[in-house]
């Protein structure tokens, strides 16, 4: 198993007590990454995961930094140890902060850990790679006021000077850092010696390292408005998402009030007020509001970006409808198969076990199906949806859903028939069954072998036809994640980009619960294709209406699900929603939250997009 050893040793002088901020040129980064071995199993990602750290701490946060890929046990000696003399002799400053990152395989014996170098043998780890044990006290002796050891790793809790005698899995708590008018003062008068791990009680650290991801995730996006980061901020805003969950604590030296920062360059440092404005003028994606962020801040930080966006939407008109012909191929998105995590510890007890998947390619609508696009298969076929069966449909009224006659797939949410004018917005009020039936409809238009076939209440899916399908949940997820990646929201993991429960709609339903601050524009749903998210030019993953997909919901269907191309329950009563709604509030839009309603049940929440299987 792949394993990460992360020290952090960060030195460099301060400003007085009273200044926000520290030169840059004092801060030092020295990193070693191990992909290839000579004794072990070779790795896909340290060398990456160190280069794209070493990238965010010199560009930000302004350290001067040295990377070295696939170091022996000896070169990585021979480096420390020129460091070491460099604070010695004052080439390096002792009041200062050194960045050092190891990053590769670990392995442990009893309660000794080692961090393995490209040339260690794991049959004889005392004698060709680096024990935490020895090496926490060579640390602990190098003449710098500030030192933070952060260990991403197989077994990394090891490097605890604690383990081997608790049961307990300590968890960072740094002393004295909660007074903000201190940290500058405490940061210089006490030495630290504090450290992260990658897991709490020596558990196997993936190759894909979620503690690495955090980490960056953190250097890159946090909103820095005084000079400094703090790291028990980054370890709690951050890092404790990653799985297997760290742990951390002090060593060595360390003393009472000491604390660790990390300090961004001036000017990096953005105008929490006018980075507001901003995501809101990007969320919105107006001329209008593009104009109001240039009024606030004719000289701001984005102003070239909103120039050249108002521009771009003077020049181009925006296109409302995906299909304006009933012969035109509904726009598809090929997305290559590979591996992935599936689920989340964020959420709810049916996300989990986070296991891994192996998906093949397949094909995903760029847009959920519109309102005119699924018109077009009613005036074909005359079909009668279920919601016309059975007196109507489900709208939000007076702050509940409840059922109103005569609503179908040409009303919007509220229950008004919509205007041809607004058949760009996703067909909503459709059941399972509805989405089903059109998909076969659609199939035999183009040509292609129909999935499904229905027998009375009975649906049966052939996979190797290749007509269109709703996506099975996998499929789903993966490509709301950008092929896998570790997105929480389809649109990434920082602000919004969605239609989703924001103050627009709070105006009106002023007892949702809402991404506060956030402002989409819209109160019910949005034309399709407002909102592209993630890295492959889908629409609307994350908001707008639910979309159905294929599988039977089990809440324990994680615990047994297939390894290749899982497809949902044998049976059951309800059928799989994905990707949440212009309702819905903050914690039921992650990509991996599953909903689920009963194949029958309409609503003014729920849509579908489509899927084919690639051949």
Wanted: with cysteine; hydrophobic share 35%.
């Amino acid at each position: 198993m792949r394993s990460l050893f992360f020290l952090l040793v960060l030195v460099g002088a301060i400003q007085p007590a009273n200044s926000q901020v520290k030169l840059q040129s004092q801060d030092r980064a020295l990193l070693f990454a191990v992909n290839d071995y000579q004794y072990m199993v070779n790795l896909n990602n340290p060398a990456q995961n160190a280069r794209d750290i070493a990238a965010e701490l010199e560009k930000r946060y302004g350290f001067q930094v040295e990377v070295v890929i696939n170091p022996t046990i000896d070169e990585i000696d021979d480096k420390i140890d020129a460091y070491q003399k460099r604070f010695s002799n004052g080439t390096y400053p002792a009041d200062g902060q050194l960045f050092l990152y190891f990053s590769g395989h670990g392995v442990q014996e009893d309660v000794n850990g080692y961090f393995m170098a490209s040339d260690s043998d794991p049959a004889r780890p005392q004698r060709t790679a680096m024990e935490y044990d020895y090496y926490r006290s060579q640390i602990d002796q190098i003449n710098c006021q500030h030192i933070l050891v952060a260990i991403d790793a197989c077994h990394s809790a090891t490097f605890d000077p604690s383990y081997g005698f608790r049961n307990d899995n300590r968890r960072f708590q740094r002393k004295g850092e909660e007074a903000y008018d201190r940290i500058l003062a405490n940061h210089k008068s006490y030495r630290a010696r504090c450290f992260w791990t990658s897991d709490g009680q020596g558990e196997e650290t993936p190759d894909r390292s979620t503690f690495a991801y955090q980490l960056l995730e953190g250097l890159r996006s946090h909103i820095v408005t005084n000079g400094y980061l703090r790291s028990s901020e980054l370890f709690s805003v951050y890092l404790e998402k990653a799985n297997p969950l760290p742990g951390g604590g002090d060593f060595g030296s360390d003393e009472p009030a000491a604390c660790f920062l990390f300090f961004q360059d001036p000017s990096d440092v953005i105008d929490p007020e006018e980075q507001r404005f901003w995501e809101l003028a990007k969320q919105k994606n107006i001329q209008e509001a593009y104009a109001f962020y240039l009024q606030l801040y004719p000289d701001g930080q984005y102003k070239d970006q909103a120039t050249k966006s108002m521009q771009e939407l003077l020049d181009s008109a925006y296109t409302t409808n995906p299909i304006e012909k009933q012969d035109e191929l509904p726009e598809m998105i090929f997305v290559k198969g590979d591996t992935f995590n599936m689920g989340s510890q964020d959420g709810e007890m049916d996300e989990v076990p986070i296991h891994a998947v192996a998906l093949s390619d397949f094909y995903i609508g760029r847009f959920e199906v519109t309102v005119e696009e699924f018109s077009i298969f009613i005036q074909a076929t005359g079909y009668t949806t279920d919601a016309e069966k059975g007196g109507g449909s489900n709208i939000y009224e007076d702050g509940r859903y409840t059922q109103k006659e005569g609503t179908n797939w040409r009303f919007d949410a509220t229950g008004k028939q919509r205007p041809s004018t607004l058949y760009n917005h996703p067909v909503m009020h459709v059941s399972w069954n509805d989405a089903i039936a059109y998909c076969n409809w659609l199939s035999k238009q183009q040509g292609y072998q129909p999935v499904y076939t229905i027998s009375k209440n009975e649906v049966t899916a052939n996979w190797n036809a290749n007509g269109y399908r709703l996506p099975t949940e996998a499929e789903w997820e993966f490509a709301a994640r950008s092929r896998g990646k570790m997105y929480k929201y389809a649109w990434g993991n920082g602000q919004p980009h969605a239609n989703i429960a924001d103050e627009t709609g709070k105006g009106t339903y002023i007892d949702w619960v809402i991404w506060e601050g956030y402002i989409d524009g819209y109160v019910h749903t949005a034309p399709v294709g407002r909102f592209e998210q993630g890295d492959l030019g889908l629409s609307d993953m994350t908001g707008n209406v639910w979309e159905w997909c294929w599988d039977w919901y089990d809440k324990n269907y994680y615990h047994y699900s297939p390894a290749e191309n899982p497809k949902g329950a044998n049976t059951g009563s309800y059928r799989i929603l994905r990707g949440g709604s212009w309702n819905w509030e903050p914690a039921y839009l992650r990509c991996a939250n599953r909903n689920y309603k009963n194949p029958y049940n309409m609503d003014s929440f729920i849509g579908f997009r489509l899927s084919r299987t690639a051949q």
